[in-house]
């Protein structure tokens, strides 16, 4: 009778994922990117396993950068954190990262998942970069209403103090009761939501954002309905949009400024421009890709005035 057979013992020991994973060694890089922002991080351990995380952009390096460009800074923090000649593998946090890495550089990404502590500490550091520029945010609003219409066109331009490039955004709303009042606080409305969806953080009282506008009226009747001391004669397309905005502006380090309407002040322009283009593109019925192409010269002229206002 022929022995039964044995299984022979594990090349090698048995190595949970989770344990795998997490004593991967190289380096790690996150990228978040979003319309006119982007922030990155590098992280690396040291012989004696000390952090090194890197972020950026900072300095001189371009805050809004083309594939090209970002993938020149990672490029740069990376070198300055492991020498290149003893790199073994970068981690990514997402495939897009990974492919524009593969496809800009000749660092050697890796397809393998990027170890938990590293990422964490990676994603801590552009936490740190958000913070730093949500510094003394502005935005700029402004309303446009047509003789006669009940159509509002809103414009908004949130700038940085930090030199980042400007956000520009248009819209327009129907208001039958309110007028140009409902308009400007519509734009208010909705250049603080659009901040607030690119940088939450401000809800945790991180950060200042101050609001400029050129209607006293919106204004006043938004300090009235704070203290809940608004009349029976005030629109309610006014009123329900001062609710609105005192809604999203809960837990924020907000304040309101008036401003001279049409009297040079370079960002009121600017929102004044976007909401007259709204007001009239829709009146006359502009098809999407021209509506598209002038949104992008407002959005050029927005970048060089910003660019302006930093070196003074």
Known sequence: MSPMPMPAPPVSRFVPAITAVTERRGVTVVVDRQPNLCRWAVHSLDAAGRDTVISGPSGDQESNPSNRQLAAQITDAVSRAVPLSELDQVFTSDWMTAELLRAKTALPVSGL?????????????????ESRMVENLTIACDSSRGKGRTVNGCGWVLAYSNGADPVIGSYTSVSTHGGIRAGELAAIR??????????????E?????????????????????SRDAHDAFDDSDSVSECRRI??????INISFEWVRGHDGHPLNE????????SRRNREMKVDELTNARMIAAVRKDAREICAALQER
């Open 190 to 203: 909705r250049g603080l939501q659009s901040t607030l969806s690119l940088h939450p953080i401000l809800r």
């Open 113 to 129: 998942y990027a170890p938990p502590s590293a990422l964490a500490a990676a994603r801590e550091a552009i936490a740190k970069v």
């Open 246 to 251: 005192l809604g999203s502006a809960r837990g």
């Open 270 to 277: 600017l929102a004044d421009r976007l909401a007259v283009l």
């Open 205 to 225: 009282g991180v950060g200042s954002l101050k609001v400029l506008t050129d209607s006293k009226p919106a204004l006043d009747l938004l300090d009235r309905v």
